[in-house]
């Protein structure tokens, strides 16, 4: 079971969508240091953990390579008491050459057993051998994945100041289109057309009335001419034209 554990935590870190995680977070730079936490505790507990198997594994090839040198130990036991009982049974000392027979005998037992161990324990070892390696593997993959978050986390937080940047420009750009200069500068100009066609009316209504003027001065001195000629008629003369002048 705790074998399966690390296999399944590795696993589902392994296959962690680092991208997804980021879209989905409300503050980018508080989820990236949570996640470099977490990852950073789950790699301290898989090291911990994989130290423990491969320790479990040392132990097991410990006894392994134990078991086969017992085996060959009580193999060597067996073959010298046989040859012992040999000799004294060719020198007629069947007792001793009995006794010897059944040392060899209870050698051999010793012998098998400690190779059942060894034939028992072969494929544990393989085994865990195999569990140790994925591990390995699974656990280097973590820490490239660490490295990725954490190159990960300064692209993002690079990005968001540069959003941030960009938002505080478009903020800026939307106050000078509320208050725009232009518009300002148009109103302006318009004013200043109509002071101008004011002024060019008083100018052109001032002209009209100096006409005006000189136009009943020509008439006064008609006028005038008119009481002239009049006096004179009155006075008995005979009035004179221009013409006749």
């Given at each position: 079971m705790a074998k399966q554990s690390i296999f399944g935590r590795i696993s589902t870190l392994m296959k962690a969508n680092i991208n997804a995680i980021l879209d989905q977070a409300e503050d980018p730079e508080k989820m990236l240091d949570q996640l470099v936490r977490d990852y950073t505790n789950n790699i301290a507990d898989a090291e911990a953990a994989i130290a423990e198997t491969i320790g479990n594994l040392r132990l097991l090839e410990r006894d392994h390579a134990e078991d086969k040198q017992a085996a060959a130990e009580w193999g060597n036991k067996a073959l010298a008491a046989s040859r012992k009982a040999d000799e004294l049974r060719a020198s007629g000392d069947t007792v001793d050459a009995d006794k010897f027979d059944a040392l060899a005998k209870v050698a051999l037992q010793r012998q098998i057993s400690a190779e059942n161990e060894v034939k028992a324990t072969a494929p544990q070892l393989e085994a865990q051998n195999e569990v140790v390696e994925k591990l390995k593997a699974g656990l280097n993959g973590m820490k490239v994945k660490l490295e990725q978050l954490r190159g990960k986390r300064s692209e993002l937080l690079a990005r968001q100041k540069t959003a941030e940047a960009q938002t505080r420009?478009?903020?800026?750009?939307?106050?000078?289109?509320?208050?725009?200069?232009?518009?300002?500068?148009?109103r302006f100009e318009e004013k200043v057309r109509r002071v101008e066609a004011r002024a060019a009316g008083q100018q052109e209504l001032a002209a009209s009335s100096l006409d005006a003027q000189f136009e009943s001065l020509e008439d006064l001195g008609e006028l005038t001419e008119v009481e002239a000629r009049l006096a004179q008629l009155k006075s008995g003369g005979q009035p004179q034209g221009q013409l006749g002048q």
């Open positions: 420009v478009v903020d800026a750009v939307k106050s000078i289109d509320v208050l725009d200069p232009t518009s300002e500068l148009g």
